[in-house]
């Protein structure tokens, strides 16, 4: 199984910037597309950023030109500038690994979140 740990949340005044990550243990065949969610309160949890094994990145449109996602083997991160209220949200890791024996099987994988309050 893997387990993911995200960590770099916190309380910033608007503005400013926070660098959020998420490492991955366990044991896996591989990984493939890294994804950083968020969920505000009282709203659904929505896609922000993504990274394919390749390195292809994929913004939302509110985060794009804020937002810079980046990965090595086995953690993705999530450089966020420009904070403001509107980020507050707990934000997500997800990890699509494929795990088990022989070939494996693909299976998403999601961290417990970390909390980001942008308030002055």
């Known amino acids: 199984q893997v387990q993911l740990r995200e960590s770099g949340g916190g309380r910033v005044q608007p503005g400013e910037s926070l660098r959020l990550s998420c490492a991955a243990s366990?044991?896996?065949?591989?990984?493939?597309?890294m994804r950083w969610y968020r969920q505000a309160p009282g709203k659904e949890r929505e896609q922000v950023a993504a990274?394919?094994?390749?390195?292809v990145t994929a913004y939302t449109g509110s985060v794009e030109d804020r937002f810079t996602i980046s990965r090595d083997n086995a953690a993705v991160y999530l450089q966020m500038n420009s904070l403001n209220a509107e980020d507050t949200a707990i934000y997500y890791c997800?990890?699509?690994?494929?795990?088990?024996?022989?070939?494996?099987?693909?299976?998403?994988?999601w961290g417990l979140g970390t909390q980001v309050t942008v308030s002055s």
């Open positions: 997800n990890m699509r690994c494929r795990t088990g024996k022989g070939w494996g099987v693909w299976s998403n994988f």
């Open positions: 366990g044991s896996w065949i591989s990984i493939g597309d």
């Open positions: 990274i394919a094994a390749d390195g």
